[in-house]
């Protein structure tokens, strides 16, 4: 038995995807364990392209079974969607994926709050999904959860309840026409009807497979620097997309678990408003969204683009005890004669000690870069680590001595194939 965590180690888009497709034919379960639809994970075999916002990519594995636990919050739609898609591409779903039982629901209300919101005077960029409102009900205690779906006269009251005040917010604050509780009562108990066959005591299960010698992936969704605890706040998502968030948001403990995987992109991107200190605004950057494809899965706004923060990679590493890595999109950098690397911030001509996530300070900082040389070679269909150029490995050993972790995985493209382990 094994249990491992895989992260993403900056603001998302890292390729978690395409790195959990591949390490799922390791594992038998892979858990998905907090965030919701608003993050998009792409991967692609042959010549098709997937992208999952909710179902862990490791159903794309025969012999994988697949957990979203209950540190997510599910939009009905979203995921029969993708189960319909899934289905409709030969892909089973039949005693292979569960859902916790504990999970919390995005309300209609919860998109409409959320998109309402976005629209105000400070914007954080998010996806417009309802991911936050959604967890805000969950802390304050108000949030439905898929259980509440058996019991159909106490989920009425509980609708009832939650609508009558967010149509006093809708109605008196933004003059918005109100919600109707009976159509959103229905709707919600149709979901219950298609999805009851995956509902699962998730804690129960994953531990009864453990003790039975299964070994367990789990995967984040979002990136560490979008932690609300250790994100650039208030920049951030709602959950914690980080190690510590896998444990609350699977029901597995710290003590069971023997790695954690970070990934990690050879460039910087960021998707949404915040602090971006190695952002690039010249043709450098525009040249690294365009090569990169740098638009979003779920959302396909282009994607802030900037150099290598290793700066940034060193606080992650902290935070999530990160042990091994996966860099992906090395290829993109191929062309560039130098290629830099932050290494560290200055504010006010002081050297930082260490990483600031106040986003105000964060602004005003200067990077501080070292220069490495760049690579002329096409390095996409090259398999095999020693064939890469000597300037491609300098990078990478680079980083890796730098930020603290072993390199494991190399990805130098979007496909399965073009991706080696050292």
Sequence with gaps: MSVSILVGSQWGDEGKGKIVD???????????????????????????????????SGILRDNVACVIGNGVVIDPNALLDEIKLLEESGISMKGRLFISHNAHLIMPYHK???????????????????????YIDKYARKGIRIVDLLNK??????????????????SKLYDHEKLNVQEIVDEYLKFDEAIDQYITDVPHYLHTEM???????????????????????PFVTSSSPTSGGACTGSGIPPTKIDSVIGIVKAYTTRVGNGPFPTELFDDDGE???????EFGATTGRPRRCGWFDAFMLKFSTMINGIDEAAVTKIDVLSGLDEIKVCIGYELNGKSLKS?????????????????????????SEINDYNDLPQETKDYLKFISEFCGFRIRFVSVGPKRKQTMEI
Aim: contains cysteine; glycine residues 10%.
């Design 287 to 293: 040249n690294l969204r365009k090569w990169g494809a």
């Design 22 to 56: 591949i390490l799922s034919e390791k594992y038998d379960i892979v858990v998905r364990f907090q965030g919701g639809a608003n993050a998009g994970h792409t991967i692609q075999i042959n010549d098709k392209q997937t992208i999952l916002h909710l179902i862990p």
């Design 153 to 170: 006269t106490e989920l009425e009251k509980k609708i009832r309840s939650n609508i009558e005040e967010k149509n006093n917010i809708l």
């Design 355 to 379: 990483y600031p996530t106040d986003a105000k300070k964060l602004e005003m900082v200067k990077p501080v870069y070292k220069t490495l040389k760049g690579w002329k070679k096409d390095i």
């Design 211 to 233: 003790a039975k010698g299964k070994s367990i992936l789990l995967e984040g969704a979002q990136g560490t620097l979008l932690d609300i605890d250790h994100g650039t706040y």
């Design 112 to 134: 409409l709050l959320d998109s309402i919101s976005e629209k105000g005077k400070q914007k954080i960029g998010t996806t417009g999904r309802g991911i936050g409102p959604c």
